[in-house]
């Protein structure tokens, strides 16, 4: 599986911005997805991940009720609608895909098995 992330940019905080993320290959639909990023200096974390039919999710708590993943498994797509952005959401935003098969996404970095090439996130204050 091939994961290419896009739609990151630079936005004034309170802004919104929208993340794309395509797959190839014929299994897409049965992979947990999921948003991570990376601020400076930091460690990569989980932002939001979705099961494999989109109907769980799961968000980080300093994100809830502000961004949205969702995902369209005839375009290969999933998707990071990201509201209300703040300074501290600057970030690389890398997507990535877990192939176990379970109905619960996980939120473990280490479960998941293929990774994008990351959408740079700038929110100026």
């Known amino acids: 599986v091939q994961l290419q992330a896009s739609g990151g940019g630079l936005v004034q905080a309170g802004g919104s911005l929208r993340l794309s993320c395509a797959a190839s290959?014929?299994?897409?639909?049965?992979?947990?997805m999921g948003w991570f990023r990376q601020a400076p200096g930091k460690e990569r974390d989980v932002v939001a991940t979705?099961?494999?039919?989109?109907?769980?999710?799961y968000y980080v708590e300093s994100v809830k009720g502000r961004f949205t993943i969702s995902r369209d498994n005839a375009k290969n797509t999933v998707y990071l609608q990201m509201n209300g952005l703040r300074p501290e959401d600057t970030a690389v935003y890398y997507c990535?895909?877990?192939?176990?098969?379970?109905?619960?996404?996980?939120?473990?970095?280490?479960?998941?098995?293929?990774w994008g090439q990351g959408t740079l996130v700038t929110v100026s204050s």
């Open positions: 979705i099961s494999w039919n989109g109907g769980n999710t």
């Open positions: 990535a895909a877990d192939r176990g098969v379970t109905t619960t996404p996980s939120s473990v970095l280490s479960d998941f098995d293929y």
């Open positions: 290959g014929r299994t897409f639909s049965s992979y947990t």
